[in-house]
C-alpha cells in the first residue's frame, strides 16, 4: 500500500466519470493551497451536485433548469441542495446556492444540538460547490451566483471574504478545469461601510474605473454632491416610521433628472427597495425607456438602537442586480457616502463577475 497516497475508496462519483484528480487543473486569481486529498473531496462533491442538478431537471422542475450545490461549513460537514421552484417567480423559489445553506445550516444546528458540550454554535460557509445541468464534455462556463444570492453573501455572519465557490468549467482548446471564486474578487466591496453623517465639503474619492464614466455622463463633482445631498435631504425628511429602525435614501440620475425615494417598512422584515421603486417610477414618466448614468445611496448602517445590527449595510445588491439587466452599463456610477469621504465607484466593479458572466434567461 502507498502511504504517501490517500485512500480513494469512498469517491465513487471520480471513478465514475473516470475523473483523473491529479490531471484536473484548479484555477484561480488568488493563491489555492490544497492538498491532493482535498481535490478530490471538491471533485467529488461537485459530481454530486451535478448529478442533482440533472436529477431535479428529469423530476420536472418548472423552470427547466438544474442547478445543485454541496455547500461546506467550517467544521467540515456538508449540505447538499438544489434549485426548488414552486412558480417561475422569485417569491417561491430558491436558488441551488441558498437551498444548500440552509440544508447545510439545519445540519449543523442538529449536530451543535446533539454534542451539548457549552461551546457557542458557530457556522460559517467555507466552500460552495456549485453545479449545473451541463454535459461535462459540453463547452461551459462556470456557474455563477445570481444577485439574490449574492444578497446573502454580502452578508457578515454567515459568509466571509475567504468563502469559496468552485465549479466546473470546460472551453473548447483545454479539457475540463476546476474554477475557484472567492467572495471577495465577486463582491469586492462587501467591506465597505457607509455612514449616516454628511458633510457637503468631504472629499470626494473615485475607483479606478470611474474615470471615463464622469466623462461620459458629464458628471462634475458638484453634480454628485448634489445628488448625494438630495438622498439625505430625503433620508432626513422621513415622515414614515421605519419599525425596522434602518431608514435607506436613494437617488437616481436617469434622463438628467433626479429621482429620490426612501425605503418603505411593512414590518421589519418586509420593505421596499428604494432602488427599485425609483427604477418602476422612472420607466412610468420615460415611457418604458430610461437609462440610469448614476446611483447614491444614503443610509442607516445599524438600527437606531444598536440592539440589532443590520450588517447587510444600506445598498442592495439584489436591486443593483435588477437595474443591472436592462437600464444600467457596467458604467453606471454609484455614490456612497462613507465616514471620511464621498465614495464614487462603476456597478462594474461593484459586481465585477457579473459583467464578465452575463445570466440570460
Ligand atoms: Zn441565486
Redesign the pocket.
Known sequence: MNLSKPCYENFLLTKKYMIDVEKIPFVSNFSLDLSLEKKHVIIEKLLEAHELAFANIHAGNITKRGFAVNACSNIDLWGIGTNFNNTRNEISSI?A??SAILSLYNKSLLNFMRKNDGSRFEFKVKYLCMAQAIDLNEPHISAV??E??LSWFNTNRYFSDDTIIFSFEKNNESGLIVKAVNLIELLPYRNLKTSNIFDKNKPVKFSNGCIEALQKYNLTRDKIVDILYKTYKNYKDIKLKNVSNQNISCSILADNKIYTEHKTDWTKRWFIDPLEFLLKESLTKNSGSISVDAIAYFGDEYSGDLMEKFDDGVISIKAIGRLRQKYATSDTLIILNLAEHIFIVTIGEFLPKKFIQGYKF
Do not use: F
Request: charged share 45%; proline share 14%.
Open positions: 436558488c446556492e441558498r451566483p445570481c439574490d444570492c
